[in-house]
């Protein structure tokens, strides 16, 4: 295919023009933030999280409830990066992060170059060591946990210690925290149920209950009157949300409410 030339000088200055214009303007827009700023940022989300929990002193070590969850650089299970995240429950500030990560771009590079076996490779290994991006072995699934475990173990050097966590439905670092015993036996790290990801499952279980029967060759969802169909799950599960909301504190009155839903609904009156 012949190239196509501009006819006039000016046009190939515009198209120059507009090109480094719109370049010098995102750069006079988003200032890269040094060091300093970053520093005293620090130390303000650390003032205004310690005094929203009743705290005066920023030197005192202060109990605080937190969100954790981790996050994939690409999606799936066998990502070689994750991050993991602590959010303080009421600021909804990011307390700290742990970056985990199954790689190290200098070690492939050298290991090619020098080759894994050789003593050249462990000498160079012994400096490199401290300074590695691969800060995981194992699984991919297990990234998340290790770093749950890193993230508790150093909150205390930030002044604060992450007694509760509210969970997502996944246990397991919750039950790794308390298996190790992080902040010792006088301080014990308590879970709570996130009441949307409770709702959520809900749903995603009386979905799964009519896949399961139907393998079995009844039908439990469908159109007709008294089946599971996808209105009466929605209405079913916002019933179940509500009767969580309205008894927080309260498990016996939370349960009588959610039957007294159920049967409600299987009333034929």
Not at 23 to 35: E, F, V, Y
Not at 63 to 81: A, C, F, K, P
Not at 187 to 208: D, P, W, Y
Not at 210 to 234: C, F, Q, Y
């Amino acid at each position: 295919m012949p190239r196509t030339r501009l006819s006039h000088p000016a046009k190939r200055s515009n198209i120059s023009k507009r090109c480094s214009t719109s370049k010098n303007d995102n750069s006079k827009k988003q200032p890269l933030a040094d060091i300093t700023t970053r520093f005293q940022n620090t130390n303000v989300l650390k003032t205004n999280t310690t005094e929203a929990y009743g705290s005066k002193n920023d030197k005192d070590i202060v109990d605080i409830g937190v969100s954790y969850d981790g996050s994939w650089l690409t999606r799936g299970h066998t990502s070689n990066i994750r991050v993991g995240c602590v959010i303080d429950l009421l600021t909804g500030f990011v307390i700290d992060y742990e970056v985990m990560s199954k790689r190290c771009g200098e070690c492939e590079q050298t290991k090619f170059v020098l080759e894994e076996d050789s003593a050249e490779f462990r000498i160079w290994y012994e400096g490199h060591q401290d300074v590695c991006s691969a800060t995981h072995v194992g699984s991919s699934g297990a990234m998340e946990v290790n770093a749950a475990v890193k993230l508790w173990e150093r909150s205390e050097s930030i002044g604060f210690r992450y007694t509760t966590l509210l969970s997502d439905g996944d246990s397991k670092s919750f039950l790794e925290l308390k298996e190790r015993n992080v902040y010792g036996s006088e301080t014990q790290i308590k879970k709570e149920e996130c009441i949307n990801h409770v709702s959520k499952m809900f749903g995603t279980a009386l979905r799964q209950t009519i896949k399961d029967w139907r393998v079995k060759g009844v039908t439990l969802g469908g159109k007709k009157r008294g089946s599971l169909k996808e209105e009466t799950i929605k209405k079913l599960t916002r019933y179940y949300t509500n009767a969580i909301r309205k008894n927080k504190g309260d498990v016996e009155a939370m349960k009588t409410a959610i039957y007294a839903n159920l049967f409600h609904c299987m009333s034929t009156d």
